[in-house]
């Protein structure tokens, strides 16, 4: 063949090749948006849960008691991140894939149609508890999985596609608040206590479903497909045997993304109402906002990786909140800054490290442990700092009063500069164009 008619047939080719990896990249993306939506959706619907698994004389012991089941789907987490990196990395991404958005959907269709506690007594609670700790499991292996995958198969452009991942996660917990406020504006308060929260969970379950669907046409990822006679037979305890240092690094990595967003998501809009007497519904609007704001910085910032070092984009997310937290916090307990304006600051910054951590993440670890690895890292990380978060900024609001979130965040800060400083001895696992410190 002449080399000129070689050229115009491989062109097209590359591009329908290149056309199937992002189709690849959004399935993968979008499916996470699902999952995150079908895990938040509970805590969003805590209050009418509770009245109906855990009826009380005291609706504080009720509401605490929905709030134990919704920690308790954080428990199955490290071992459901164990079990399916390790299957992940011997079998492959795909099935992975499939298995987790196929359990999460069940059981959060389950969830929406367990007859309350006055038709079944104590059954009902029991097994609330056990779907979501099928949650919890599942939910486990779905970010590590949808990291792993769309980094080995655009590598040239890890960075953005690991923050198109991450963007999705934030816009399944937007969706969750969106459907809050949509059924609580179209039914009774009443009649969202009966049966509204079960409508938010049966639709995110059926979409879940038709994410199955779609994901059924996807393909193993293109770098375990070439690595397959390489393969780990033992990925946990070849990466906790062989990158223990990696794995701390990217617990760190990862924890000031899981405490500032636990910040932005759980304690914010309770600390803006109780403690600085904001009102609710201007809270939860102005929180909205800075989701959507930290969605769109962290697009820019995943693009802008893939343009020079992601550390340093994180790097930069760190140092401003390690200088910034505590002057910027003591002007709101002044309300010196209203709640729209700090929620948008928040998201910005936010942005840094949640557009940059996936791809550094996934940089830690070779393609044959590195899902087990992010698993491991991400896992560890949220159990961590997003179970504890709450309860620390709780404890300093009582001790130290109303600068308590710019104190924690400034700890939290130094943990994830010091991690981030590590990563260029540690990182150069994604095979792509390097960039120079």
């Not at 961590?384 to 600068?403: A, K, Q, S, Y």
Request: some cysteine; charged content about 10%.
């Amino acid at each position: 063949m002449h080399p000129a008619q070689h050229t115009t047939v491989a062109a097209p080719a590359a591009r329908d090749g290149l056309r199937r990896k992002w189709k690849t990249v959004i399935l993968a993306s979008l499916g996470g948006s699902l999952e995150i939506y079908d895990f938040i959706i509970y805590g969003v619907f805590a209050r009418e849960i509770a009245r109906q698994f855990f009826p009380a004389a005291d609706p504080l012991a009720s509401l605490i008691s929905a709030f134990g089941v919704f920690a308790i789907g954080y428990v199955s987490r490290p071992l459901g991140g164990i079990v399916l990196a390790s299957l992940g990395d011997r079998f492959g991404r795909r099935v992975i894939f499939l298995v987790s958005v196929l359990a999460m959907s069940a059981s959060t269709i389950g969830i929406g149609l367990i007859p309350g506690y006055a038709s079944i007594g104590v059954f009902a609670p029991v097994l609330l508890v056990l779907l979501r700790l099928a949650q919890g499991f599942f939910l486990a292996g779905e970010l590590p999985c949808s990291i792993t995958y769309v980094v080995e198969e655009i590598p040239q452009r890890a960075s953005l596609v690991g923050g198109l991942v991450v963007f999705c996660l934030n816009s399944g917990v937007l969706t969750a608040t969106l459907m809050s406020l949509a059924l609580h504006a179209t039914l009774d308060a009443a009649d969202v206590v009966t049966y509204g929260w079960r409508i938010a969970f049966i639709f995110g379950g059926l979409i879940g479903l038709l994410s199955y669907w779609l994901r059924t046409s996807l393909e193993e990822s293109t770098e375990f497909q070439r690595l397959r006679s390489h393969k780990s037979r033992r990925p946990f305890r070849t990466v906790l045997r062989a990158w223990p240092w990696h794995i701390v690094a990217g617990v760190g990595v990862a924890g000031i993304v899981n405490a500032a967003n636990s910040l932005l998501f759980v304690v914010l809009p309770s600390y803006l109402t109780t403690v600085l007497h904001v009102a609710a519904p201007l809270a939860s609007a102005a929180q909205n906002v800075g989701i959507a704001t930290m969605s769109a910085s962290l697009l820019v910032c995943a693009w802008l990786g893939d343009r020079i070092a992601p550390r340093l984009v994180h790097r930069a997310g760190a140092l401003i909140m390690l200088a910034g937290s505590y002057p910027f916090y003591r002007l709101v307990a002044a309300h010196a800054i209203d709640p729209f304006t700090m929620f948008a600051v928040i998201g910005f910054v936010g942005g840094f490290v949640n557009g940059t951590y996936a791809f550094l993440l996934a940089d830690l670890f070779p393609t044959n442990v590195r899902f087990s690895g992010i698993a491991l890292s991400l896992n560890l990380a949220t159990v961590v700092f997003t179970g504890i978060t709450p309860l620390v900024v709780t404890d300093l609001l009582h001790r130290i009063g109303p600068i308590a979130p710019g104190i924690y965040m400034t700890a939290i800060a130094c943990i994830g500069l010091v991690a981030g400083l590590v990563l260029k001895r540690l990182g150069g696992k994604v095979e792509r164009v390097s960039h120079a410190d």
